[in-house]
């Protein structure tokens, strides 16, 4: 079988769910005997040959700025990966049996059915998202529009296609997807039947990228609030990004500086060693396509804070007093009481959480996805 994966990012050269979701499809392809090729966009520096185990890795376009200043996607690298896309699938077309894309950033989705034709290959598409056209107008003002109609166009590809969530495959649903479509539930990549959780420390984790979306700054009046309860409670703010300045200013103006860090990105072991014996994690996002990283708290015993919304795929992951807390709200009063029920709950809410995550972990792992993957794949 010969497998061609589209995405303009590359795990570890960008680090999100998606990336991390397609570098571990290639790996799993490749390790069946599959002939795997990966497009994206050049992200790392020109003397660099990306790694990836079994797997042809084409830059289709240059190295280029992905996020605005403010955290938004910019317009020009989506039409670059595009084209890119084009050309490759014209010139290379024959060469694969199935082309598995993302639908964002759209225009690869475009290029891929423009090059399609008679004997060549079929194609699979991940809606890891599906937005509203309110969140289109919010997110791109007047251009929201035609981001809009962009996305209605992608729906309209002969596809077989994938989602992560009841959310998105509802909305799916509804807008009228052209296609078959299955949801996948899971992306844990870790052990089934991990060791008991860890004592608490009376510590709230974050980790993530300050954007926007993810609401971060939110956190530091949240954990101000939160100690006025639990005085030993601290926070550790951990990642990068265009909000950064903003949570670092809240913590010296309401005296938090030596209670609540924001060190930055870090290595893998310390933000594992951070999470592991953590009082809870918190996800305080208005917008999640899935919520990864729930799975993997709660594989850890470590109860999750999520915030309510229409656009917030997380909440499917949580159940209130079962493996975490659901706020109303991102204010700080609302996250600051979700903080202290799960510090209310106990060593009793994290035996609940990792119990959670037992009665889940065969739903909810990789290696049950790619096999839906596989079996997809297999009836194209």
């Known amino acids: 079988m010969r497998v061609c994966i589209v995405y303009d990012c590359l795990y570890p050269y960008t680090i999100g769910g998606a990336e991390r979701w397609y570098r571990n499809l290639a790996e799993r392809l490749a390790a069946t005997g599959a002939e795997v090729t990966y497009l994206t966009l050049r992200q790392w520096e020109r003397d660099i040959r990306p790694d990836v185990p079994g797997v042809r890795v084409i830059a289709v376009g240059p190295r280029l700025a992905l996020y605005t200043h403010g955290g938004r996607r910019r317009l020009l690298p989506p039409i670059v990966f595009g084209l890119g896309v084009l050309v490759h699938l014209l ?3 024959r060469r694969y ?51 809009w109609f962009i996305q209605r166009a992608c729906l309209r590809v002969p596809q077989r296609a994938f989602c992560f969530s009841r959310l998105h495959e509802r909305r799916l649903r509804e807008l009228g997807l052209g296609g078959e479509l299955i949801r996948l539930e899971g992306q844990f990549e870790g052990r089934s039947d991990p060791e008991p959780p860890q004592a608490a420390l009376p510590v709230a984790v974050f980790a993530g990228r300050f954007i926007p979306e993810k609401r971060v700054p939110a956190l530091v009046p949240a954990l101000a609030r939160a100690r006025e309860e639990i005085p030993d409670l601290r926070g550790e703010i951990y990642g990068d ?9 809240a913590i010296t103006e309401l005296g938090l500086g030596g209670y609540v860090s924001a060190p930055g990105f870090v290595a893998a072991e310390v933000l594992e060693e951070a999470l592991a014996s953590a009082l809870c994690f918190l996800l305080p996002s208005r917008r999640e396509g899935y919520g990864r990283v729930v799975v993997e708290a ?9 915030v309510e919304g229409p656009d917030n795929a997380a909440i499917e992951l949580v159940e209130e007093g079962v493996n975490g807390a659901i706020a109303s709200s991102a204010a700080p009063a609302e996250l600051a009481a979700a903080i202290l029920r799960i510090h209310r709950g106990g060593p009793g809410l994290r035996d609940s959480t990792a119990a959670w995550f037992r009665r889940n972990a065969d739903r909810l792992s990789l290696e049950r996805s790619l096999e839906k993957v596989l079996e997809a794949y297999a009836g194209t």
């Open 91 to 93: 010139r290379n077309g």
């Open 298 to 306: 709660a594989a850890r015993g470590v109860p999750t804070v999520v």
């Open 97 to 147: 049996d199935i082309v598995h894309t993302a639908s964002f950033p759209y225009f690869s989705l475009l290029a891929v059915d423009a090059a399609r034709r008679p004997g060549r290959f079929r194609t699979i598409v991940d809606w890891h998202e599906v937005w509203t056209r309110e969140y289109w107008r919010e997110y791109l003002g007047p251009l929201g529009r035609i981001g």
């Open 241 to 249: 990004g265009p909000e950064r300045g903003e949570v670092v200013r």
